[in-house]
């Protein structure tokens, strides 16, 4: 799997629900992509879960389900390290090492911490303040080269470094210093119900998102109900916040550009137009959906992966944590 050559990506998904179309369309399946350039290690951040208090039968059923949609949306443990990240004990210990090398100040300004907390007054754990401490250890453990992550998350990588320099500037050269990494066929997909913002899996609006694991039936209905606007033309605008998500899911989906997109359409109703859009979003879906299935009816095979995927992660963090203990003066055991 390893090649000393090849640079390393390194990226998390939070096991909040099932992956939506944003998900997939916006990460998931450029991971897979990236399996066959670089070395890819991906994890479900079920620690970084924990800032959010539901049942705790549910989490361990989200964690399965999340483990098993990587694998069903094409990330092949052959090729890449896939795990979850509280089975490999380094991340918690590096996460504290790292709260100490994080400011009160430089925390606080943390947009995602000013959300959710504005979102959530009722719970605003020190969890959610130190997240980003929690993730720099994440990415610095395995001293990545690139981090895909959504615009949603570019502070926090820039925290990472901010932290990673400050560390190598006090104890000594220690950490590579990730770098974003945006792929071009990454699409940005809005809600099909409020197409100013993004698709989340936490929407409680279920019209809103479509899940990967949605039926046919069910997507070419959510498409059929996804706002647009009374012009009655599919063409690509700003102004056109409901259309450009249907022709942003469409071009993603088909490799067409806007302008063959809108020659396809022109002189057709919307009705036609979400219709063809609805059956690509679910002809491609499909085979993950079967794939799902087929893997959280073999409970041996998801543990067996993710026990093999424990024992690598743990082996490569293990590494540079070794080495951030000796450089703070943490005794090392013997
Ligand atoms: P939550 O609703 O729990 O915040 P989310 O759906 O916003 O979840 P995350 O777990 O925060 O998703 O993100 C996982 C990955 O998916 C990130 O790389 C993020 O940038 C990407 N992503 C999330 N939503 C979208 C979207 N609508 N379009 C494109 N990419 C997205
Ligand atoms: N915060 C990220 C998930 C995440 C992550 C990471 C992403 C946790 N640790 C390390 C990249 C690298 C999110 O909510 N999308």
């Known amino acids: ?7 390393i990506i390194l990226s998390g998904i939070q096991p909040t629900g099932v992956f939506t179309l944003g998900n ?10 990236m399996q066959e350039q670089y070395n890819c290690y991906y ?3 079920d620690l970084h879960s924990l800032t959010i208090h539901i049942d705790p039968q549910k989490r361990r059923q989200q964690t399965r389900e999340a483990f098993a949609l990587l694998l069903a949306c ?15 004990k380094c991340h918690a210990e590096m996460g504290w090492i790292m709260d100490c090398c994080s400011q009160f100040g430089e925390l606080s300004r943390m947009t995602q911490f000013k959300d959710k907390s504005a979102k959530h007054p009722d719970n605003i754990n020190a969890g959610l303040f130190t ?4 993730m720099a250890g994440d990415i610095l453990l395995y001293q990545a080269d690139y981090v895909p992550v959504g615009a949603d998350q570019t502070q926090h990588l820039e925290f990472t470094r901010d932290v990673a320099t400050r560390f190598n500037h006090t104890y000594g050269e220690t950490f590579k210093l990730p770098e974003g990494y945006f ?7 809005m809600s099909l119900q409020d197409p100013t913002s993004k698709m989340s ?14 039926d046919e039936k069910t997507i070419l209905k959510k498409f059929k109900s996804a706002v647009t606007d009374s012009e009655a033309c599919v063409r690509y ?31 057709k109703g919307y009705g036609d137009f979400k219709a063809v859009v609805g059956q690509a979003v679910a002809d491609e879906l499909r085979p993950i959906r079967e794939d799902f299935a087929r893997l959280m009816q073999d409970r041996a095979y998801l543990e067996e992966e993710m026990k093999k995927g424990a024992e690598h992660a743990t082996y490569i963090a293990n590494k540079t944590l070794t080495k951030v203990k000796k450089r703070v003066g943490l005794l090392l055991e013997k």
């Open 131 to 134: 997240y980003p401490a929690l």
């Open 24 to 33: 997939y369309l916006g990460a998931v399946r450029s991971w897979k992509t």
């Open 201 to 214: 899996k936490s929407d409680t609006n279920p019209k809103a998102t479509i899940s990967i694991l949605d």
């Open 237 to 267: 605008s700003e102004d056109k916040p409901g259309v450009s998500n249907l022709m942003t899911i469409y071009s993603a989906v088909t490799g067409k550009t806007m302008a063959e997109i809108e020659a396809e359409f022109a002189g």
């Open 74 to 88: 094409g990330i092949d443990t052959e090729k890449s390290l896939v795990f979850v990240q509280s089975h490999n």
């Open 183 to 189: 792929p071009k066929a990454g699409a940005r997909v």
């Open 1 to 7: 799997m390893e090649n000393e050559a090849k640079k």
């Open 43 to 45: 994890f479900i951040a």
